[in-house]
């Protein structure tokens, strides 16, 4: 299913299966159930073994899919294993799409890490952290490539400051302030770094447009004056 070259080749259709499998498994039994446990000790402890139970099923699939996951192209698709832990990091896609979250159940799931690093960041960086500023960069790398197109130097930087600011309420709501830096840098970088130079060329362009409409404000404005 996977080898066979097209149009026999289902390698596509298998990995876009999985991914539709591990949203549904925690949108319709993860979820609920965290949301059902009111007492923050219990919520822990189902979180604890709802975690342990997902990564035991990406285990299992990732040995079912063995063969499947040699025929994916890395330069252009992520692993199956960092599909099933990307899956977390569409939650805060949807809020930055504009989409309701909840934001204290985030805040929640997300600091279990601490917890079960007794305060110390390992489980958090390396279960969360590093998927999550991956999508980061790939989320906003998607809306740089529309926006650097569209709009105007002005209307591209005002855009810039409002990511910048919505990330850092993202932090002081649900993230680890530890996050904070290298999340702001990925956006930067993003935004910015990789489109330098179209900036500073949009910026010139603008620039050269003001002056022309100041001078020819100007003109207009003393040619009102000579009689």
């Not at 923050?40 to 975690?51: N, Q, S, T």
């Not at 990406?58 to 040995?63: D, N, P, V, Y």
């Not at 934001?103 to 007794?118: D, S, T």
């Not at 904070?180 to 179209?198: A, C, G, P, R, S």
């Amino acid at each position: 299913m996977c080898s066979q070259k097209p149009p026999y080749s289902y390698a596509s259709q298998l990995y876009d299966k999985y991914k539709e499998a591990l949203d549904e498994y925690i949108n319709s039994t993860v979820l609920p159930a965290l949301r059902e446990k009111q007492d923050a000790e219990f919520m822990l402890r189902e979180l604890v073994k709802r975690w342990e139970n997902y990564k035991r099923m990406l285990r299992w699939l990732f040995i079912f899919f063995h063969y499947l996951s040699r025929y994916i192209d890395r330069r252009l698709l992520p692993t199956l294993n960092d599909v099933g832990l990307t899956c977390f990091d569409n939650l805060i896609d949807k809020e930055r799409e504009g989409e309701q979250i909840d934001r204290a159940l985030l805040k929640n799931v997300l600091g279990i890490f601490a917890e079960i690093g007794r305060g110390e960041m390992e489980y958090y960086v390396s279960d969360f952290g590093d998927a999550m500023l991956r999508d980061t960069a790939a989320y906003y790398s998607r809306k740089a490539s529309s926006w650097i197109v569209e709009d105007s130097y002005s209307d591209y930087m005002l855009k810039v400051e409002e990511c910048l600011k919505k990330e850092k309420d993202r932090v002081s709501h649900y993230l680890h302030v530890s996050t904070e830096k290298k999340l702001l840098e990925k956006v930067k970088h993003e935004l910015l770094v990789v489109y330098t130079n179209q900036l500073l060329e949009k910026e010139h362009s603008e620039s050269r447009a003001l002056l022309r409409d100041e001078k020819a404000e100007s003109s207009g404005s003393l040619c009102q004056m000579i009689p």
